[in-house]
C-alpha cells in the first residue's frame, strides 16, 4: 500500500479554479491603426503643459550645447570633436528633459496635488460594486514570502468591508517541480471554500508574465470588471484598491491607473541606498511625470489596476518578427500595453499621491544588472514597435525615453573616451598649424577651459538641483521631516546617497553598455529567476563580475594622466567609482538593520502595519525544505489531490506532441520497479514533466516504495 492509499480520507477541497468566463484577446496589428473603441474627452490642461515642458527642455539643450560648442571651436572643430558635441547634445537634452520633469513635479507638491481622477487619499472610503481581480504571477518565487504579501494584502482589503468584491488569483509559471509543490501546499494552508483564492499552474509559460495574463484573461477575464497585476514582491493596502476601484468606476473611459509603489524591506546597503532614494525623490519625480503625461501616462507592469474589457480589446501582442533578441515574444509588455489602450482612446492615469502601494528592489547591483539585462533587452525590442500606426505621439515619447535609459549608458562612455582621445592627440599627436587649402594663419587646435569648467557645473547642477528640491520638499512637511527621521537626518541622508550613487553610477554604465552590446550582437536575456535574498554574493563571483569595470577604470586613470594631472583630476568622479568597484561592491553588499541611524524612511521608522502582517504571516506558512517535490505528493493525500484537481483544469496534451521531457519521464517510469527509483532516476524538467501528466503521476504515486517492500 502506498502512502497515499493508507492515508485517512481527504477533507473537503476547494476547488483550485472557479468557472471559466472566456474573454476574447484579439492580437493586435502595429500596421494598421485600429477604430477608436472609445471617443476620448478632450485635453484641457495636457497640451499646455506638454509644450511648456519641451520648451524649456528646448531651451536648455540650446544653451549646454551653444556652450558646448563655444568650448570646442577654438581652432576649428576635428572630427573627434565633432563626435563629443553631437554626444553631449543628445545627453545634454537627456538630462534637460529629466530636470524640467521633476521641475514641474515639485511645483505641482509645492503648491497641492489636484488629482485629475478625484482621488482623495484621505477622504472617507468610498464603496465598491464591481468585481475586481487581484493576479499575482510568480515564477520560481518562495511561495512562503510571496503567499504571505498576497494574505496580508487580502486581509486588508476584507477589513475595508469590500472583501466580497476581490477575487485572489496565483498565476503560476513556475518550472521548478519542488516550487510547484510548495506552492501548492502554501496553497492549501491558506485556501477555504469561501475565500475566494484560485491556483493555476501554467504548463507552457509562452510569452513569460504577458502570456500568463493573457491565458487568465482568455479564460476567466469575462467574470471581471477590473483586475490589479502585482509583483511577487508586492504589497498593496485595502484603502489603495477600494480607492482605485471606485476611481476606475466613476471614470468609464480609463483603462489604467498606475500607482508609485514605495519601497520598503531593504535589506543591504545598496538596497538601502535605492529604498532612500525613491522615498527621497520618488515622489517628486513621479508627480512631475504625472503633471504633464496626463491622460497618456505609461504603465510599469505591476500595482496598477486595470479595466479587464479594454485589455483585452486592445492588448493581445504579436510576435515580433526576427529571431531573438529583437524578436520573438514582447518582453517589456507593459509600456506596449499603455500605448496599445490610449491608441484606442482609452485613458491611461498615474496616482503619484495615493498610499499604501509597496514594493521591493534586488539586494545588490549584480542582481540589480541582471534584471535590468532583461530590461534593457525589452525596451530596445520597442525600436520595432516605434513605427506602429496610430500610438499617440507621448506614448512614442515613453518608448523613446525607454530605449534612451539605457543607450545613454554607451553614449556616456563614448562621450568620455572621445575626449580622452581628443586630450592624448592634443598630447602626443603633431598637429597640422597650416592645412592644405590656403590659410594665412594657422589652425591652433585647442579648447576653452573656463568654458569647459562652467559646462560641467551646469551639468552637475542639472543632475543634483532635483535632489535639493526634493529635499526641500520633506523639510517643509512636518510629517514627512519626522519620517525620515528629522531634517538633519534627512539631508546627511541624501549626501551619502548622492556620494555612494556617484560611486555606483560608472560601474552601471560599464553593465549597462555591456548589455547594450550584447544585445545588438545578438545574445538572448532569457528569463531569470530574481534574487530577492541577502545580498551574500561570494567574494570570488564579486571579483570576476566587477573586473571588467575595475579594468577600464585604471585605463581611464593612466591615460588621463599620460596627458596631465588637471585631466585626471577631471577624470575622478568616473575613474574613482570604477577602481573601487570591487570594495564598494563587498561594502554595499553588506546587511543592514531593519532601523537604520542613517538613509532611514518613513517605512522603516513607522513600519505600516500591512507589512509587519507580512513577517507575522510568513512563519504561519509552510516552509521550504529539500523534500522531493514526488515525496511531498505520495505522503500528503490533499496536496496530491489539490495537484490532480489543478491538472484536470488544464487541456489535454495534444496527440503527436511529445516533449522530451516527458518522453524521457514516461521511459524512465516504465523501466522502474519502485517509486524511489523513480524519484532517483528523474530530473527536474523530467519531475515537471512528470507532474503535469495525471494518468502517469497517478501510477508513480502508486508505485510500491522500497521503505514498504522491506516491511513487508
Not at 242 to 247: D, F, M, S, T
Not at 299 to 324: D, Q
Not at 410 to 432: D, N
Request: proline share 7%.
Amino acid at each position: 500500500m502506498t502512502a497515499v492509499e493508507t492515508a485517512s480520507p481527504p477533507a473537503l477541497l476547494p476547488d483550485p479554479l472557479p468557472a471559466e468566463a472566456p474573454l476574447a484577446m484579439p492580437v493586435q496589428s502595429f500596421a494598421e491603426a485600429p477604430a477608436r473603441a472609445i471617443d476620448p474627452s478632450p485635453a484641457r490642461t495636457g497640451r499646455w503643459r506638454r509644450a511648456l515642458v519641451m520648451i524649456a527642455t528646448a531651451i536648455l539643450t540650446f544653451a549646454g550645447v551653444d556652450e558646448m560648442y563655444e568650448v570646442l571651436k577654438v581652432g576649428g572643430v576635428t572630427i573627434l570633436e565633432g563626435i563629443v558635441l553631437v554626444l553631449f547634445a543628445a545627453l545634454f537634452a537627456w538630462v534637460s528633459l529629466s530636470f524640467v520633469s521633476s521641475l514641474a513635479g515639485f511645483a505641482a507638491l509645492l503648491r497641492g496635488w489636484r488629482d485629475t481622477l478625484d482621488i482623495d487619499p484621505d477622504g472617507p472610503l468610498p464603496s465598491v460594486n464591481s468585481k475586481v481581480a487581484m493576479l499575482l504571477p510568480t515564477y520560481n518565487e518562495d511561495p512562503q514570502t510571496v503567499l504571505a504579501r498576497l494574505q496580508a494584502t487580502r486581509e486588508s482589503v476584507d477589513a475595508t468591508g469590500s472583501g466580497a468584491q476581490f477575487d485572489w488569483y496565483i498565476l503560476s509559471d513556475t518550472t521548478d517541480p519542488a516550487v510547484w509543490a510548495h506552492e501548492e501546499e502554501c496553497f492549501l494552508a491558506l485556501a477555504t471554500n469561501d475565500a475566494r483564492l484560485f491556483y493555476r499552474h501554467r504548463a507552457d509559460n509562452h510569452a513569460r508574465k504577458s502570456g500568463n495574463i493573457e491565458d487568465w484573461v482568455k479564460r476567466f477575464g469575462g467574470a471581471y470588471d477590473f483586475m490589479v497585476i502585482l509583483d511577487a514582491d508586492s504589497v498593496m493596502t485595502g484603502d489603495a484598491l477600494v480607492r482605485l476601484a471606485a476611481a476606475m468606476e466613476r471614470h468609464p473611459d480609463v483603462a489604467l491607473i498606475q500607482t508609485l509603489p514605495v519601497v520598503v524591506h531593504a535589506r543591504t546597503l545598496f538596497a538601502r541606498l535605492q529604498q532612500f532614494a525613491g522615498r527621497m525623490y520618488g515622489p517628486m519625480i513621479a508627480a512631475g511625470v504625472a503633471w504633464w503625461h496626463d491622460s497618456e501616462s505609461n504603465y510599469w507592469g505591476h500595482n496598477a489596476i486595470i479595466r479587464v474589457a479594454a485589455f483585452a480589446a486592445c492588448t493581445g501582442l504579436p510576435i515580433l518578427p526576427g529571431r531573438k533578441p529583437f524578436g520573438g515574444s514582447i518582453l517589456s509588455h507593459d509600456f506596449v500595453e499603455a500605448a496599445l489602450m490610449r491608441r484606442a482612446g482609452w485613458r491611461i492615469h498615474m496616482a503619484p499621491t495615493l498610499r499604501g502601494s509597496y514594493e521591493e528592489v534586488p539586494p545588490t547591483l549584480l542582481d540589480f544588472a541582471a534584471r535590468d539585462r532583461r530590461w534593457c533587452q525589452g525596451n530596445l525590442q520597442h525600436a520595432k514597435i516605434l513605427p506602429a500606426r496610430g500610438l499617440h505621439w507621448v506614448s512614442r515619447l515613453h518608448f523613446l525615453t525607454g530605449i534612451g535609459a539605457y543607450i545613454t549608458a554607451p553614449m556616456w562612455l563614448l562621450f568620455l573616451v572621445a575626449g580622452i582621445l581628443i586630450s592624448l592627440q592634443a598630447q602626443y599627436v603633431r598637429p597640422e598649424y597650416f592645412p592644405k587649402n590656403f590659410s594665412l594663419f594657422p589652425v591652433w587646435p585647442a579648447q576653452d577651459p573656463v568654458r569647459a569648467a562652467w559646462v560641467f557645473v551646469a551639468t552637475m547642477g542639472l543632475l543634483i538641483l532635483p535632489k535639493l528640491l526634493a529635499l526641500c520638499l520633506v523639510l517643509i512637511r512636518r510629517d514627512t521631516r519626522h519620517g525620515f527621521g528629522g531634517g538633519f537626518r534627512a539631508m546627511v541622508g541624501l549626501v551619502a546617497e548622492t556620494l555612494m550613487s556617484g560611486l555606483t553610477a560608472p560601474v552601471m554604465m560599464i553593465f549597462q553598455s555591456t548589455a547594450v552590446a550584447q544585445i545588438l550582437m545578438g545574445q538572448d536575456s532569457g528569463w531569470q529567476l530574481q534574487h530577492r535574498g541577502d545580498g551574500s554574493i561570494p567574494f570570488r563571483d564579486v571579483v570576476r563580475r566587477y573586473a571588467l569595470p575595475t579594468v577600464i577604470g585604471l585605463a581611464m586613470a593612466v591615460s588621463a594622466l599620460l596627458v596631465s594631472w588637471p585631466l585626471f583630476w577631471w577624470m575622478t568622479p568616473v575613474v574613482v567609482g570604477l577602481v573601487l568597484a570591487i570594495p564598494v561592491a563587498m561594502i554595499t553588499n553588506r546587511s543592514t538593520s531593519a532601523r537604520p541611524a542613517l538613509l532611514a524612511t518613513p517605512e522603516d521608522l513607522a513600519p505600516p502595519p500591512i507589512l509587519a502582517r507580512v513577517h507575522a504571516i510568513a512563519p504561519t506558512l509552510p516552509s521550504s525544505n529539500d523534500e522531493d517535490p514526488l515525496v511531498m505528493l505520495r505522503n500528503d493525500r490533499r496536496l496530491f489531490d489539490l495537484h490532480l484537481a489543478g491538472l484536470a483544469h488544464e487541456p489535454p496534451r495534444p496527440r503527436g506532441r511529445v516533449e522530451a521531457n516527458y518522453a524521457l519521464a514516461r521511459a524512465k517510469v516504465d523501466d522502474a520497479e519502485r517509486f524511489d527509483e523513480v524519484v532517483t532516476w528523474l530530473s527536474k524538467p523530467e519531475k515537471r514533466a512528470l507532474m503535469g501528466d495525471r494518468d502517469l503521476l497517478t501510477r508513480v504515486i502508486a508505485m510500491p516504495s522500497t521503505a514498504s517492500a522491506t516491511s513487508a
